[in-house]
């Protein structure tokens, strides 16, 4: 949270409060920092505020609202009152010391000062500048609704009480980072999520002591978890407000950070990174579909290619009739190698996705095909079946819902790969045991990763294998601890 803050309290004079925000804020240096000073009933008033953060429309409204005072009211009016009670808005709250003030200023509100008096007005006109809510491009759906979280954490608490128009939701606002002093927001159902679950949360991210959050809901992240060099995503980010307001009706706690258009849902599982909002957007039978073609896609993202090479290195593991699954073609480069050089186009591929401009990026991906396709067989850079099974793990790659899940899988297959060639089947018998005893050892909050697989859960694992329609859907997962374990009145 940063040091300690000094309680200076606010001056009565307007000159040294004046003083104080150019010698220390920059008034008068920065252009976008300003005071409008206007004289109410023979009492000078300054106006603090920051151009671009705050509406001028509503700061306007304001000023015209104070300065009729002068033809209307006593000149033996108390000031004061008189201001606090004409400040048209639904947001106005006191500020007694002058770093509050330039918190307050600096996050976009703005703030009256009256000569004479040692406490302040902060009135709350804020405009962020931002996009609307709009469908985000990492979990679409082809039927659901398209208001996805954005930078603007006011506009994302708003879309998620929408959804849960209950008494009980909570969100509990800090400010972490010594210079940014970025708003976080902790979201909880009162009567739903573990207390102790909450307390931790909120113990973390106070502990936090940084000059800014400018990577926002990452930084939080990696304060929270200490996941250090583990590639598996101990924390789940959804963009998608039905998403964020499901999980806190399970009990879950989120983190909203201002300029962050996802939020984090603690705690969570490997299988909580597995699903997808479009199973729950379709009938239970289809939605239980989607969700298996998903689970072989993820699966043949991990053990496809370290399978596929153990035979090549020992075909007579192979019965005759899957023999023509290749190599069937011999080149000079070691399958190995061309394996690791397929994965890394296809990383190539990907990064050149993201960073070529969208008018670009058909052109770009036409160019990869042919280079990397046909050409590159033809020559004999590459065999068929290379080709083919690392396009294959790459499809199980992009299946996977979660961006993070999928990058570290495929560091996960890579180790496989290598195992593979070292050891052959023992390290691929090994490497599989090593892969599943290390995700069994990781805990995210104190919550098993592998959770409801080890330690073993029938009822929950069963809710995993297959999409339960809502009305079955009756008990919380017992995995967050909920307080009330039942979403619907027990009969």
């Given at each position: 949270?940063g040091?300690?803050?000094?309680?200076?309290p606010?001056?009565?004079?307007?000159?040294?409060?004046?003083?104080?925000?150019?010698?220390?804020?920059?008034?008068?240096?920065?252009?976008d920092?300003?005071?409008?000073?206007?004289?109410?009933?023979?009492?000078?008033?300054n106006?603090?505020?920051?151009?671009?953060?705050?509406?001028?429309a509503?700061?306007?409204?304001?000023?015209?609202?104070?300065?009729?005072?002068?033809?209307?009211?006593?000149?033996?009016?108390?000031?004061?009152?008189?201001?606090?009670?004409?400040?048209?808005?639904?947001s106005?709250?006191?500020?007694?010391?002058?770093?509050?003030?330039?918190?307050?200023?600096?996050t976009?509100?703005?703030?009256?000062?009256?000569?004479?008096?040692?406490t302040?007005?902060v009135?709350?006109?804020?405009s962020?500048?931002?996009?609307?809510?709009?469908?985000?491009?990492?979990?679409?759906?082809?039927?659901?609704?398209?208001?996805?979280?954005?930078?603007?954490?006011?506009?994302?608490?708003?879309?998620?009480?929408?959804?849960?128009?209950?008494?009980?939701?909570?969100?509990?606002?800090?400010k972490?980072?010594?210079?940014?002093?970025?708003?976080?927001?902790?979201?909880?159902?009162?009567?739903v999520?573990?207390?102790?679950?909450?307390?931790?949360?909120?113990?973390?991210?106070?502990?936090?002591?940084?000059?800014?959050?400018?990577?926002?809901?990452?930084?939080?992240?990696?304060?929270?978890?200490?996941?250090g060099?583990?590639?598996?995503?101990?924390?789940?980010?959804?963009?998608?407000?039905?998403?964020?307001?499901?999980?806190?009706?399970?009990?879950?706690?989120?983190?909203?950070v201002?300029?962050?258009?996802?939020?984090?849902?603690?705690?969570?599982?490997?299988?909580?990174?597995?699903?997808?909002?479009?199973?729950?957007?379709?009938s239970?039978?289809?939605?239980?579909?989607?969700?298996?073609?998903?689970?072989?896609?993820?699966?043949?993202?991990?053990?496809?290619?370290?399978?596929?090479?153990?035979?090549?290195?020992?075909?007579?593991?192979?019965?005759?009739q899957?023999?023509f699954?290749?190599?069937?073609?011999?080149?000079?480069?070691?399958i190995?190698?061309?394996?690791?050089?397929?994965?890394?186009?296809?990383?190539?591929?990907?990064?050149?996705?993201?960073?070529?401009?969208?008018p670009?990026?058909?052109?770009?991906g036409?160019?990869?095909?042919?280079?990397?396709?046909?050409?590159?067989?033809?020559?004999?850079?590459?065999?068929?079946?290379?080709?083919?099974?690392?396009?294959?793990?790459?499809?199980g790659?992009?299946?996977t819902?979660?961006i993070?899940?999928?990058?570290?899988?495929?560091?996960?297959?890579?180790?496989?790969?290598?195992?593979?060639a070292?050891?052959?089947?023992?390290?691929?018998?090994?490497?599989?045991?090593?892969?599943?005893?290390?995700l069994?050892?990781v805990?995210?909050?104190?919550?098993?990763?592998?959770?409801?697989?080890?330690?073993?859960?029938?009822?929950?694992?069963?809710?995993?294998?297959?999409?339960?329609?809502?009305?079955?859907?009756?008990?919380?997962?017992?995995?967050?601890?909920?307080?009330n374990?039942?979403?619907?009145?027990?009969?």
């Amino acid at each position: 949270m940063g040091n300690q803050k000094s309680k200076t309290p606010l001056p009565t004079d307007l000159m040294a409060t004046e003083k104080f925000m150019r010698d220390k804020v920059g008034l008068g240096v920065s252009f976008d920092l300003g005071v409008r000073k206007v004289k109410i009933l023979k009492k000078e008033v300054n106006v603090y505020y920051v151009n671009g953060l705050c509406d001028t429309a509503y700061v306007i409204e304001l000023l015209k609202e104070l300065v009729n005072l002068n033809d209307n009211e006593l000149v033996d009016t108390n000031v004061f009152s008189l201001i606090q009670n004409r400040l048209v808005n639904q947001s106005v709250s006191p500020v007694y010391t002058l770093d509050e003030l330039v918190d307050q200023v600096l996050t976009g509100l703005v703030v009256f000062v009256i000569q004479g008096d040692s406490t302040g007005l902060v009135v709350d006109v804020r405009s962020y500048p931002g996009r609307q809510p709009s469908e985000p491009d990492t979990e679409k759906v082809v039927r659901g609704s398209r208001d996805g979280y954005v930078e603007n954490i006011i506009v994302n608490t708003a879309l998620t009480r929408r959804r849960i128009h209950d008494e009980r939701l909570r969100f509990e606002i800090m400010k972490v980072g010594e210079r940014s002093k970025t708003d976080i927001a902790v979201a909880y159902l009162k009567d739903v999520a573990n207390p102790d679950l909450v307390d931790t949360v909120k113990k973390k991210i106070e502990a936090i002591h940084i000059d800014g959050l400018t990577m926002a809901d990452k930084t939080v992240e990696e304060f929270m978890v200490k996941q250090g060099y583990n590639p598996y995503p101990l924390v789940r980010y959804t963009e998608r407000a039905d998403v964020g307001a499901t999980h806190i009706l399970e009990g879950h706690v989120l983190v909203f950070v201002d300029t962050s258009p996802s939020v984090i849902i603690t705690p969570t599982t490997f299988f909580h990174h597995v699903q997808h909002a479009e199973e729950y957007r379709q009938s239970p039978a289809i939605g239980t579909f989607v969700r298996w073609v998903r689970f072989i896609g993820i699966f043949a993202s991990l053990f496809l290619l370290p399978l596929w090479y153990l035979f090549v290195l020992h075909p007579e593991l192979l019965p005759n009739q899957l023999a023509f699954i290749g190599p069937n073609d011999k080149t000079h480069i070691p399958i190995l190698l061309q394996l690791l050089i397929g994965e890394l186009g296809v990383e190539f591929m990907r990064l050149a996705a993201i960073h070529t401009p969208t008018p670009l990026s058909t052109a770009m991906g036409l160019v990869a095909a042919v280079l990397i396709g046909q050409i590159a067989i033809d020559v004999g850079f590459f065999v068929g079946e290379v080709i083919l099974y690392v396009a294959i793990v790459a499809v199980g790659t992009f299946a996977t819902p979660s961006i993070e899940l999928s990058v570290a899988n495929k560091i996960t297959r890579l180790y496989l790969l290598f195992a593979v060639a070292l050891f052959g089947v023992p390290g691929f018998v090994v490497g599989i045991t090593v892969f599943i005893v290390y995700l069994t050892n990781v805990k995210s909050l104190k919550t098993p990763y592998l959770w409801p697989f080890i330690p073993f859960n029938l009822a929950a694992f069963w809710q995993i294998l297959v999409r339960k329609s809502m009305p079955g859907s009756k008990i919380r997962p017992s995995i967050v601890h909920p307080q009330n374990q039942f979403k619907q009145p027990k009969d």
